[in-house]
C-alpha cells in the first residue's frame, strides 16, 4: 500500500489540522490541507504560517497546499479529518458528493460524539462512505509542541490492523512516535470525555483548589470515563493507554489546553457565552460535557465528576457549591 501514496488531504485548517499537516508533510507526497474559508487558505498559503498557533512554529513545509477548493480532495489516497465535531456530519456530506475515491483511507482525529445522536466520529463518516476504510487517530497531542517540532506519541487505530499498520508508518517521524489500536470504540470515548474533566481541571486550577484535587479528579475521572467506556463497547485496557490516560494527563496540566482554559475562565467569574466568544478555537468540552452527561444518563453508568462539570455548565452552579456537594456525598469503596 505504502508505495501508491501520491496525496494525502487534510480536511481542516485549525490549529491541530496544520500541526498534522506539517507532520505528515514530512513524506514524499503532496498535503492538500482544506479549509472551508477562503480567507483562511488564502493566509495560510501567503504567510505558510498558522496565526493560531505560536509563532516560533515552523513555517509549512512548501508540499503542504492550502486550498478552500474541496476538489482538490477528489484524488487523495489518504483523507484527515481535523473538523470540530459539529461540523463532522456535514463534512462528510461533501466528501460523498465530491466524491472521494471509493478506497481512500479516511482518519478522524476530531475529539468528541455528535450531539443528539451521540454518534462516534467514526459511525457518522462510515454513513456516507461506507467503502472506504474509517480509523481514529488520537493521543495526547497539542498542536502548539507538534508545531515546534518538540516528541509526542499518539495512537492511531482501525478495526482492520491493515489499515492502522500502513497508516502508522505514514504519520510516523523522528518526532512523532505513533502505535497501533483496534479499539475505535474505546479511542474515540477516552478522547471525547477527558475534555470534560480538564473543564474540571481548569475550574480546580482557577479556583486554587491544589495540586491534591487536581490528582484525585484525574484518578476519579479516569474511573468515570473507563466506566462508560467498557459499558460502551470500549476495551478497559485502551483506557490505561495512550488515548484514555495519556491524553487525560496532557489535557488537564498543559497551560494549552483550550478545554482547561474554559474551566479556568469559569472560575474566574466569565459566562461561558462570554468565554466561547472570545476562545478563537474550538472547546469540545462544552458540548462534549452534555452528550457525555447523556450517555452515562442512557448506560446508567455513575458519574459523579461529569455530573457537577454538567451542572456548572448546563445549570449554572456555582462550582464552589458544586464540589461541597461532590465532598460530602456518602463514603464509598474506591474499587466498585
Ligand atoms: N488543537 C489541538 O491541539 C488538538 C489536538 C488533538 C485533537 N484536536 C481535536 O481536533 C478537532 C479540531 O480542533 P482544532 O483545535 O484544530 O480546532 P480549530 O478551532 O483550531 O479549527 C477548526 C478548523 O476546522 C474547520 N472548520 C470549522 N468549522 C467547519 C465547518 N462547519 N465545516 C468544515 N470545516 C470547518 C476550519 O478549517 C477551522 O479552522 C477538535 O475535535 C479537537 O478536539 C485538537
Ligand atoms: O486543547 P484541548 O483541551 O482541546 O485538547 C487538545 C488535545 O485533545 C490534547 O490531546
Known amino acids: 500500500m505504502m508505495n501508491r501514496l501520491h496525496k494525502i488531504a487534510v480536511i481542516g485548517a485549525g490549529s491541530w489540522g496544520t500541526a498534522l499537516s506539517m507532520v505528515l508533510a514530512t513524506r514524499e507526497c503532496e498535503v492538500v490541507l482544506w479549509t472551508p ?3 483562511q487558505a488564502r493566509q495560510l498559503a501567503e504567510t505558510r504560517r498558522s496565526p493560531v498557533l505560536s509563532k516560533t512554529a515552523l513555517p509549512l513545509a512548501p508540499n503542504i497546499h492550502p486550498t478552500c477548493d474541496l476538489g482538490q480532495v477528489k484524488d487523495a489516497e489518504l483523507i484527515v479529518v481535523v473538523v470540530p465535531s459539529v461540523a463532522m456530519r456535514s463534512v462528510a456530506q461533501r466528501l460523498r458528493s465530491l466524491p472521494v475515491q471509493p478506497d481512500a483511507v479516511i482518519v478522524s482525529c476530531t475529539k468528541g460524539i455528535e ?20 480509523g481514529v487517530l488520537s493521543g495526547p497531542n497539542h498542536a502548539e509542541d507538534i508545531c515546534l517540532g518538540l516528541p509526542s506519541a499518539s495512537l492511531i487505530g482501525f478495526e482492520d490492523p ?12 523522528k518526532t512523532f512516535r505513533v502505535y497501533s489500536a483496534t479499539d475505535i470504540i474505546g479511542m474515540q470515548l477516552g478522547g471525547t470525555i477527558k475534555n470534560v474533566f480538564a473543564i474540571g481541571a481548569g475550574l480546580c486550577e482557577g479556583l486554587n483548589l491544589g495540586d491534591n484535587a487536581q490528582a484525585a479528579l484525574l484518578t476519579r ?45 469559569l472560575a474566574e467569574g466569565k459566562s461561558l457565552q462570554e468565554i466561547l466568544d472570545t476562545l478563537g478555537m474550538v472547546a469540545e468540552g462544552v458540548p462534549n460535557t452534555l452528550s457525555v452527561y447523556e450517555i452515562a444518563r442512557k448506560l446508567e453508568v455513575r458519574t459523579p465528576l461529569i455530573d457537577a462539570v454538567y451542572s456548572v455548565l448546563y445549570e449554572s452552579k456555582p462550582p464552589m457549591e458544586a464540589l461541597a456537594e461532590l465532598m460530602t456525598r456518602d463514603p464509598r469503596p474506591e474499587l466498585d
Not at 450531539?115 to 474509517?134: A, C, D, F, V, W
Open 162 to 173: 491493515k489499515y492502522a499498520d500502513w497508516v502508522q508508518q505514514i504519520f510516523a517521524s
Open 221 to 265: 475521572g479516569l474511573a468515570e470515563m473507563t466506566r462508560i467506556g467498557v459499558a460502551s463497547g470500549g476495551r478497559r485496557e485502551t483506557f490505561m493507554g495512550l488515548s484514555g490516560v495519556g491524553d487525560l494527563i496532557v489535557t488537564c496540566y498543559s497551560r494549552h489546553s483550550r478545554n482547561q482554559t474554559v474551566g479556568r475562565r
Open 37 to 39: 474559508e477562503e480567507a
Open 115 to 134: 450531539q443528539g445522536t451521540h454518534k462516534r466520529m467514526t459511525e457518522i463518516l462510515q454513513e456516507y462512505l461506507p467503502s472506504n476504510p474509517i
